[in-house]
């Protein structure tokens, strides 16, 4: 029987295999940053252990980060930071910190860097992992204890998660975005859709997609409950890398590119799940509730909980619409909102906010607008093509590097009660600050809503 | 980490579902530096609520978390299993984890548990109608029982035998250093490396 792209990948990976125990497996690749980490390199010393490979291990300073110039005011932030400084420095680890030209987002820099790659497996502590199977790479999210056991062993002790396949069919209208495929995804299969699954996105409006698109939708694969999500690698994945700084150069990139070829699921394979959804269908979509399932398109309104059959999810909608203040039956399109955020590993790429500043040029924001781009490599880009002009010139501002306002451990964030159009993965309760309510929404939708005050469709306007 | 055998103690039943890592400890206490101190981060936002459940004096001491499904979804912060050991849980109970938070949890040794969701009604409406109600979580039988409840759960003999055993996970893994060796020697050549 034919074998599914993540079996093959598992596969490669398995260093040892024993009866009634998990695979050990390899690690290609450990992506570091200051909130996960200090706990396990303190493992370590207090063990007499080492950094078994330093050389495939890179760390970047981006959830503490402020995104104007200038020094971490608050002092818990910045200790942080610089404990980070000093393990790297210690296990000599290669280390990106404020201000370098290559800090961002350690999920927009390991692709930026080509260390991304097909085939590989890839782990962080920190959830969004799930970005770099946009490659073809097994990539999931863990915790500072297996943090500390890759730095020890370059190896975790884990069971293969179960396949599932989500078949996309049609293509996707435009003016809809992988964005709002994966907010649709996420709607249809649940919060714990993907529970214990590594979700292989496939079909035709999956394959036309750009490596950015690929990367939102697999970066979220982690709000359907996911493992990890994959994309098979083809001639988009091979000329995203081609030239990068890490990727293969001469003979060795012909041999890279011959094996990741065969990094697709064979016809024969079975999957544990699939399930199916019809692009040409979607529209722009937006959540309304406090957790990333709770979404609708933008066309129709605030639900009502009497709407749900099953009490649990009633009872979630309830307190939902609570939280977020909202009344059912509102237009989605009659939500108010206070900031406006582009950016994150989500959303936080050239081609985000080249869509952005498409819709800003020759506009004015009535809201306040954070434009902060995933890393300083992303920074420099839009730059070059002057887009950060378009941004200042709307009324935008344009920030430093960093996770912002995804999340409430920088001095990006909402105030209690403050609503905001966010193209970051989360809206639960008090992410963005304490109190805040968020609306996940795509790039495109995000500037539209930047220029009216309301959620809105770039075709609205 | 401390071994787990069997446990008897008293129920929080905590009845909403998805209940994400952020809200069982919300970001700004992420930016500690050290393993401690996190049981005061523990649902802080939820714990301003003066109805809020942990807030009910009558749970005060009680050592089983027993919670709607999704419980532990979202971002990978193991501070979140930290800081409900720190409180004092020693098992959550619930239909469904997020995959993250029960690796972690299992790394920690805090046990979580999956029953069906009818059973954890049970268990959160005894808990509600007395406090006082035990409930033992036994990991040798893989069986949690609860007056007349007697219901099986599943774990992995693999995993068990590790909380059993209180191990840690590197030094079972560093036995192996052999084969993972032998399998770096294999490695594909055009593999990066971050130097
Ligand atoms: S941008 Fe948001 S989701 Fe991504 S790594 Fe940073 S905090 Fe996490």
Redesign the pocket.
């Known amino acids: 029987m034919g074998r599914t792209l993540a079996e093959k990948v598992w596969e490669q990976h398995v260093v040892r295999r024993a009866d009634g125990e998990p695979d050990l497996l390899y690690i290609d690749l450990h992506l570091i940053?200051e909130v996960t980490s200090p706990q396990a390199f303190d493992g370590l010393r207090l063990n007499g252990r080492t950094v078994r490979r330093p050389d495939l291990t890179i760390a970047t300073e981006?959830?503490n980060v402020p995104t104007v110039l200038g020094p971490i005011a608050d002092p818990v932030s910045r200790t942080q930071v610089e404990t980070l400084r000093k393990n790297a420095a210690e296990f000599g680890i290669r280390l990106h910190p404020m201000g370098d030209a290559g800090q961002g987002?350690?999920?927009i820099i390991g692709p930026q860097f080509g260390l991304t790659q097909p085939g590989m497996t890839i782990v962080c502590g920190?959830?969004?992992t799930s970005t770099h199977g946009a490659f073809g790479a097994i990539a999931f999210g863990i915790g500072t204890s297996e943090v500390e056991h890759v730095l020890a062993t370059q190896t975790l002790p884990a069971y293969r998660p179960k396949t599932m396949a989500i078949e996309v069919k049609g293509e996707l209208p435009v003016g809809v975005t992988a964005k709002d495929l994966i907010l649709a995804i996420i709607a249809k299969i649940g919060t714990g859709g993907g529970q214990g699954h590594i979700v292989e996105y496939r079909g035709e409006a999956v394959r036309k997609l750009s490596m950015e698109g690929r990367m939102t939708v697999c970066n979220m694969s982690i709000e359907a409950g996911a493992r990890a999500g994959m994309i098979a690698p083809d001639e988009t994945t091979f000329e995203y890398l081609r030239g990068r700084p890490h990727a293969p150069k001469g003979e060795a990139w012909d041999q890279a590119v011959a094996y990741w070829k065969t990094l697709r699921t064979d016809d024969d394979a079975v999957f544990d799940k699939v399930v199916e959804i019809d692009a040409s269908t979607l529209t722009p979509y937006v959540t309304w509730g406090t957790n990333p399932g709770q979404g609708a398109p933008l066309g129709s309104t605030v639900p009502s909980p009497e709407q749900f059959d099953d009490p649990v999810e009633r009872a979630a909608a309830e307190r939902a619409l609570e939280y977020m203040g909202l009344t059912p039956g509102t237009p989605l399109r009659d939500i108010r909102v206070d900031t406006v955020f582009v950016?994150?590993?989500?959303n936080?790429r050239l081609e985000d906010l080249r869509a952005a500043a498409e819709i800003l040029r020759g506009r004015k924001v009535v809201t306040r607008t954070l434009i902060v781009p995933?890393s300083m490599g992303v920074k420099k880009a839009a730059e070059e093509e002057g887009l950060h002009e378009i941004f200042k010139a709307a009324g935008a501002e344009w920030r430093e590097a960093g996770?912002?306002m995804?999340?409430g451990?920088n001095p990006d964030t909402l105030k209690p009660g403050e609503r905001s159009a966010s193209t970051?993965?989360?809206n639960f309760e008090g992410r963005q600050g304490k109190g805040g309510r968020t609306h996940l929404v795509s790039p495109q939708v995000a500037a539209a809503t930047a220029v009216t005050g309301r959620l809105t469709a770039p075709a609205d306007l | 980490m401390e071994a787990f055998t069997t446990h008897t103690g008293r129920a929080v039943p905590l009845r909403r579902s998805n209940v994400d890592t952020d809200q069982i400890i919300p970001a700004v206490w992420l930016k500690q530096v050290s393993r401690t101190g996190f049981e005061k981060g523990l649902f802080a936002a939820w714990r301003e609520d003066p109805s809020f459940v942990l807030n009910n004096p009558a749970y005060e001491g009680a050592s089983i978390l027993v919670s709607g499904p999704d419980f532990g979804t979202g971002?990978s912060r193991e501070h979140a299993v930290w800081a409900l050991q720190q409180y004092g849980f020693r098992v959550v109970i619930s239909p469904r984890f997020g995959d993250i938070f029960r690796n972690n949890a299992t790394k920690m040794g805090l046990l979580p548990v999956v029953l069906p969701e009818d059973v954890v009604g049970r268990l959160q409406d005894a808990a509600e109608a007395d406090p006082k109600t035990e409930i033992t979580v036994d990991l040798v039988e893989r069986q949690v029982r609860s007056g007349d409840l007697v219901v099986p759960f599943e774990i992995d003999d693999y995993t068990r035998w590790r909380l059993m055993e209180g191990l840690d996970d590197i030094g079972l893994t560093l036995r192996h250093a052999d084969a993972i060796e032998a399998y770096e020697n294999g490695r594909q050549p055009w593999l990066p490396t971050t130097v």
């Open positions: 940053h981006d959830h987002v350690v999920h920190d959830s969004h950016g994150s590993c989500t936080g995933g996770c912002s995804c999340l451990m970051s993965n989360r | 971002s």
